[in-house]
């Protein structure tokens, strides 16, 4: 049984897959402009990812041959097929919840009160703000775009997760 992927790998091989031939400077900017809202991938993962990849045989690297011949990784057709099948099965992990907020609420009743509150305000205004922001990008999405109804798709659980939080907050600061 072949080795499983990491999320990371995969997120390699479906922004090649969907953008075409990309350099590792290049998937950080997509990963940035895409799933780095929901899934963070450190810049160095997105460096070490291709090379591993290219040595499976799931990409394939090419130097550009003029300029800065810089490292270009293109999808293979066994690429194709990895990618394929992670997508066609249904299951996945359970969510991963990494925030900062919710492990400080978590032992904010050690200090005085206040801070639960000054803790609440800031997570209010913040998950605002970050609410206004999917609105506007779900506002902005170019139907042209390749992954338009994906952007639009996320855009909206981005927002029904922010509203959440806005409201969750909200309350706990006594708004």
């Known amino acids: 049984m072949a080795e499983e992927l990491s999320p990371s790998a995969y997120v390699v091989l479906g922004l090649i897959a969907r953008h075409g031939p990309m350099t590792p400077y290049e998937l950080k900017a997509r990963v940035e402009d895409t799933v ?21 045989g799931l990409l394939e690297e090419r130097a550009e041959e003029h300029g800065r011949r810089r490292r270009v990784f293109h999808l293979t057709g066994a690429g194709r097929e990895a990618l394929d099948r992670w997508l066609a099965d ?22 005085p009160s206040e801070r639960a509150t000054a803790l609440a305000r800031q ?12 609105r506007n990008q779900l506002a902005e999405n170019d139907p042209a775009r390749p992954d338009a109804l994906a952007r639009a798709r996320l855009l909206d659980v981005g927002i029904r997760h922010e509203r959440a939080y806005v409201d969750f907050w909200e309350e706990l600061a006594g708004n």
């Open 90 to 111: 249904p299951t996945s992990g359970p969510p991963e919840t990494r925030n900062p907020a919710l492990l400080k609420l978590t032992f904010v009743d050690l200090g």
């Open 36 to 56: 780095g809202y929901y899934w963070p991938i450190p810049h160095a993962q997105l460096y070490r990812d291709p090379p591993r990849l290219a040595e499976r």
């Open 123 to 134: 997570q209010a205004a913040q998950h605002r703000e970050w609410l206004e922001l999917y």
